[in-house]
């Protein structure tokens, strides 16, 4: 059984079909599967719900695909930073289903531990709960969510060995672990591809048994959207401070 | 005088514990870390899938891979641990974080708060927002007390609810409310510099109470 292929267009051969559902790790440009992203738009597959937290920029990540408009429904929990979205979703052109942060990872969570259905008290009082069933639980109110699958999840790893065991660097691991775990097949591209117990199985932090294929990607370029910065001398900066530039 | 956005956040850092475990969200409670007393263990939590999270980056040594809730290069602590999106809201949505400070557009009497989109305008997306105002022990909003001369503290808050009932502590440019949600309503607490009731009584919607300590 080989999960490693040559590239993103062998990865997905047989995989994409117009009109499916597909979800994509990452949290704003931090962490996404862009090398299968660009092998998703070049294959030409379109109406696409796209499962991720965020679209992209303008021209990066899922935004790639906001401009080819393969995306008919975007299901996020944040769309700031994309023009081309605004404009395609004021012109009807792109469905949105917002979902609180929380409450769409534990979805695509549920989704892939076999869960249709759970309660939050997310959203409970708002808009997000309209049409959903609430029930009281030791005096307080919570929202019902659906689980949620995908026909193709498509994730983002710092290190997976050939048997398809990931492990992920810093804040690039965000939604990668949880949508692995829901799509009815999940495809990996890896930063450093490595052979069976390369990685300690300690820090594995994505079994194989939730990846059917994966590619390598030594050279993907990674993009930083808000590039803070703090001075030398001000070594002692607390958290979160420092200048934009 | 009207605190600045810096003295808000130095008064909202007031709120701040050893040992906590803080959220906080963009804008004017950002800079609450730049309060933080020494000495003082706090560790902050960036929704994202990081607890302990650093300062800026010196120049040159930004990482992609390393960012916070509002996709800033940030840095590492010692004390930093890192998990998924799922495992990081579990954490909010458990009650394991001590306290929220976030901004609003509108925060009602009874604790209802508005701050993820405007109808008919341009639609973002509410991100964490609701998740952390379900979630979290104390919600504290830093906001400017008027917008264009409209109270943003409300009878009723007329934009979409980010959460019903979730606000236990307002702190604007004029003076700190505590909030009861759980019935009791808006007290004033505190006023900012020379600011005085009447100033407050006069560009505050919402009705309050003013608490007996209340210094004038």
Known sequence: MNKVYADARSALAGLLKDGMTIMAGGFGLCGIPETLILAIRDSGVKNLTVVSNNCGTDGKGLGILLDTRQIKKMISSYVGENKTFMNQFLANELEIEFNPQGTLAERIRAGGAGIPAFFTKTGYGTKIAEGKDVREFDGEKYVMERGLVADLSIVHAYRGDTEGNLAYRKTARNFNPPMATAGKVTVAEVEHLVKP????????????????????????????????????????????????? | MAWSRDQMAERAAKELRDGFYVNLGIGIPTLVSNYIPNGMSVQLQSENGMLGTGPFPFEGEEDPDLINAGKQTVTELPTTSYFNSADSFAMIRGG??????????????????????????????????MDLVGGVKKVVVVMEH?????????????????????????????GVFSLDRHGGGLTLIELAPDVT????????????????????
């Open chain 2, 197 to 216: 009731l009447d100033d407050i009584k006069a560009k505050t919607e919402a009705s309050f109470k003013v608490a007996n300590t209340l210094k004038q």
């Open chain 2, 96 to 129: 394991h974080i001590d306290i929220a400070i976030l901004g609003a557009m509108e925060v009602a009497e009874n604790g209802d708060l508005a701050n993820w989109m405007i109808p008919g305008k341009v639609v973002k997306g509410m991100g964490g927002a």
């Open chain 1, 197 to 245: 117990g390369d990685i300690n199985p300690d820090h594995i932090i994505t079994p194989g048994i939730y990846v059917k294929r994966m590619i390598h990607v030594p050279t993907a370029p990674k993009h930083i959207e808000q590039r803070t910065v703090r001075k030398r001398q001000k070594a002692d900066a607390p958290a979160g401070t420092g200048e934009e530039v």
């Open chain 2, 146 to 174: 008027a917008a264009k001369g409209d109270s943003k503290l409300k009878k009723h808050c007329t934009l979409p609810l980010t959460g019903a009932g979730v606000v236990d502590m307002v702190i604007t440019d004029l």
